[in-house]
């Protein structure tokens, strides 16, 4: 893949791995470090691993890995094997260093995974910084090495949120389903995160100018109130597309 000035901008982001600083335990999400997109975070992540892990898949590649935090929590939720792959070689040094006790394997590149039997793959906020003219050449990387009615797990942003500076685009289910139509059938959409008031002030009362939340009690609270009426949407709101598709025959 080219390191362009978009990879180039995500790639400074993992200086530290910031992805792991948000956490859920017993039923409450904490944000850690004043991170505004926690919340929005964890429910992407739940949501991704949820589709998954719903029909207990041996073995998973992780597209895009980031610093591993996906790849990790696949593994402490029972996933046999996960191998992640990602261009950025920091984010790859830090996703050995955080899995190294795991089954977890991380490499540089999808060509350096010669495994050909994985029964699902996962692209968590990746596709929108993969430039037009290389999304065929992953699509298929990414066909190739699943088995036979494979599953590919799929989260972009859509076009209700501004276009950053590091994405090449953001998506519409149409246009997620022509860029991977030729290889994979959609099987199940989800929409994730509505924006909105609610959602703004679930935001504030967990972090503001003033402090950020560290009582139980008050992330409780937020994170109940967030899972009710602010993490699942409908197209014309979500943040979030969140897809599972089926390797077509």
């Known amino acids: 893949m080219k390191r362009t000035a978009e990879f180039l901008l995500q790639d400074a982001a993992y200086r530290f791995p910031y992805h792991h600083l948000p956490v859920s335990s017993d039923g409450v999400w904490w944000p850690g470090r004043g991170l505004s997109w926690a919340y929005e975070y964890l429910a992407l992540l739940e949501t991704v691993t949820d589709l998954v892990l719903e029909f207990s898949p041996g ?12 790849s990790l929590q696949l593994v402490r939720l029972g996933c046999p094997e996960v191998v992640g792959c990602d261009i950025s070689e920091g984010a790859v040094l830090l996703a050995k260093a955080l899995g190294f006790a795991t089954s977890c394997r991380f490499y540089p ?29 992953v699509v298929d990387a ?18 209700n949120i501004p276009l950053q500076a590091k994405h090449f685009r953001h998506y519409t289910l149409q246009v997620l389903e022509e860029q991977l139509g030729g290889r994979f059938e959609v099987d199940e959409v989800r929409w994730v995160h509505h924006g909105g008031p609610l959602a703004n002030a679930i935001r504030r009362l967990v972090i503001n ?4 939340a560290n009582s139980s009690l008050v992330l ?9 009426w602010v993490r699942s949407s409908i ?4 943040h979030r597309l969140v897809a599972r598709l089926v390797k077509a025959e």
């Open 59 to 70: 073995k998973v590649l992780d597209f895009g890995c980031g610093d591993g935090r996906l």
């Open 109 to 137: 590149q999808i060509e350096q995974v010669c495994e050909y039997d994985f029964d699902a793959a996962v692209a968590m906020e990746v596709l929108e910084h993969v430039d037009d003219s290389e999304v065929p050449h």
């Open 220 to 228: 409780r609270m937020a994170t109940r109130l967030y899972n009710k």
């Open 235 to 238: 197209p014309e709101g979500a």
């Open 142 to 159: 990414i066909a190739d090495r699943l088995r036979s009615k494979g599953r590919f797990v799929v989260s972009v942003p859509t076009t």
């Open 209 to 212: 100018r003033m402090y950020i």
